[in-house]
């Protein structure tokens, strides 16, 4: 069985520019979670979605948002970058059925 | 709220060694826990978990026990190898299937 993957794996982009990650989920589960994990740091949790809606979001600013395809795939787009969005970006996958949560391999974003 | 916190690192220790890493969270309702693992450049991997009190999570030589009156849920392992130099999180899952996660601590075995 396929994990949870993201794309692409390493994303540079310069300040005021527009990222966007994705995030393909286990099969079989309707949950999305997205977390930034900054340098030395742990993990900040920025949104979840389950079944296509937003069902909370982190204290992140609104240029942080994202979508649920009806696959289930994500997309987190993250907008006027900063320097300090420099981070890797977990994506999880859950179900409603299982107690816990799948990671996938991360997207390392850069801003120059 | 819901929160976790664990010992803060790093944590050096020699191969064979005991460990210990130190856990506790507050919640409201019956969380479940967890403890996910994160080798050098890559995303999280879960560890053990435990559902309810008393319950013991094992995997690799790893074992954690879920203390309801304690509110802890600290991972141990008997003797560590350098293969488990890594950073290590709790977790906990709340009612509502939100997650929240520790700050990491970071192990590094020594042959």
């Known amino acids: 069985e396929a994990g949870v993957t993201q794309s692409p794996t390493h994303l540079i982009k310069t300040r005021g520019q527009q990222a966007t990650l994705r995030c393909s989920p286990i099969?079989?589960?309707?949950?999305v979670y997205w977390y930034q994990q900054a340098l030395g740091l742990g993990l900040q949790f920025l949104l979840w979605?389950?079944?296509?809606?937003?069902?909370n979001r982190g204290n992140f600013p609104p240029r942080f948002s994202g979508r649920q395809f009806p696959n289930y795939s994500s997309e987190l787009n993250v907008n006027a970058l900063e320097l300090e969005d420099s981070a890797l970006y977990l994506c999880?996958?859950?179900?409603?059925?299982?107690?816990?949560?799948?990671f996938g391999p991360g997207t390392r974003l850069t801003v120059t | 709220g819901n929160s976790v916190t664990q010992m803060e690192g790093p944590v050096t220790l020699s191969e064979e060694a005991f460990l210990t890493i130190n856990c506790t969270y507050t919640?409201?309702?019956?969380?479940?826990l967890f403890w996910y693992v994160q080798y050098p450049g890559e995303g999280l991997q879960l560890l053990l978990k435990?559902?309810?009190?008393?319950d013991k999570g094992s995997n690799k030589g790893f074992e954690a026990t879920y203390r309801k009156e304690t509110t802890s849920f600290h991972l141990e392992k008997g003797s560590v190898q350098v293969s488990d130099s890594a950073v290590y999180f709790c977790?906990?899952?709340?009612?509502?299937?939100?997650?929240?996660f520790g700050t990491g601590t970071s192990l590094t075995v020594i042959p």
């Open positions: 999880a996958s859950s179900s409603w059925g299982l107690v816990e949560q799948y």
């Open positions: 099969s079989g589960h309707t949950s």
């Open positions: 979605y389950d079944e296509g809606e937003e069902r």
């Open positions: 919640a409201t309702g019956y969380p479940s």
């Open positions: 435990a559902t309810k009190a008393d």
């Open positions: 977790a906990l899952r709340a009612t509502g299937n939100q997650f929240y």
